[in-house]
């Protein structure tokens, strides 16, 4: 299927691994432009390389710096022959925040929590919903997590932010900007095969003794799909979303979890 964006540009953030760069190989798969961004340079320049030989590609811009501060979206901005603000297509993604007793945390923890994972997608929305709705076409899309339905309780600092990014997005996405060609969806993961994974699976395996692949293994035995996710499958998923034939789908909470999620809706 022809998704329609050959040549519009789309910004992805955290997009030098994992679900970040599963999105934007489907969308370098379709001809969009695209400007990357991720903390390490090295990691991101691999990327962008991968990212230019895929047929039909784009451009690819790579800006290494955090999507979190202000000086790193300004960079994002600012890249030398990038659309500035006038992105066709956002992807909102940054690392989660990490895992605990919320008895431990303090204001600083849950400052950097909603940060990373509310403030920044609302600060990319504000940056350039305005511009998509004067030019009729504009997608959204963030990646949150299977969390915001399920919560799990030692994701407390997940949990709380992305829950206030969705209630956010449910709004503004209804808002004026809806009767102008102009989406926003989140993206709910499940368990996708990912460096993340890996690593709560490490953290898991010093505290049990038992090894990573074993972990990994009975995880996966748990979902219904009796598998985790691929970054590809995600990445389609979110391709699609950001197509011409999505333009009907807007403010949804798209969930990817091979079933995982035990609910009728
Ligand atoms: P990952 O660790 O594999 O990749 C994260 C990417 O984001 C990397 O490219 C990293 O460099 C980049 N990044 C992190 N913080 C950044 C920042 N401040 N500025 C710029 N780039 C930054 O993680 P993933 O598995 O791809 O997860 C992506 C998001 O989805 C995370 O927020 C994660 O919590 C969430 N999530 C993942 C899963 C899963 O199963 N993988 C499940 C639920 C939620």
Same mark, same amino acid.
């Given at each position: 299927m022809d998704l329609g964006i050959k040549g519009k540009w789309a910004l992805v953030c955290g997009a030098s691994k994992g679900l970040g760069l599963g999105c934007a190989q489907a969308l370098a798969a379709d001809g969009a432009n695209l400007v990357i961004n991720a903390r390490g340079a090295d990691a991101l320049e691999a990327a962008a390389t991968q990212l230019r030989a895929i #047929? %039909? &590609? %784009?451009t690819v811009l790579a800006v290494a710096c955090d999507i979190t501060s202000d000086q790193g979206r300004a960079a994002v901005f600012g890249v030398?022959? %990038? #659309?500035g603000t006038d992105f066709d297509i956002v992807v909102t993604n940054a690392g989660g925040p990490p895992p605990g007793d919320f008895r431990d945390w303090e204001r600083e923890a849950w400052i950097k929590a909603l940060d990373a994972n509310m403030l920044t997608p609302i600060w990319l929305i504000k940056a350039t919903v305005d511009g998509m709705a004067q030019r009729g076409f504009g997608r959204i899309v963030n990646i949150t997590s299977g969390a915001v339905k399920a919560p799990i309780d030692i994701l407390g600092l997940s949990n709380g932010a992305r829950t206030g990014l969705t209630g956010f997005v449910a709004g503004v996405a209804r +808002? +004026?900007? &809806? %009767? +102008?060609g102009v989406t926003i969806n989140n993206l709910l993961p499940g368990a996708f095969d990912t460096d993340r994974l890996r690593t709560t699976a490490k953290g898991q395996s010093e505290k049990t003794g038992k090894p990573i692949e074993e972990l990994l293994e009975a995880r996966a035995k748990t979902i219904p799909a009796k598998r985790f996710g691929t970054a590809a499958e995600f990445g389609a998923i979110c391709a699609f979303l950001c197509s011409q034939h999505a333009g009907y789908i807007t403010g949804q909470n798209v969930l990817a979890d091979g079933g995982m999620f035990p609910g009728t809706m």
């Open positions: #047929p %039909g &590609a %784009g030398q022959g %990038g #659309p +808002s +004026s900007i &809806a %009767g +102008s």
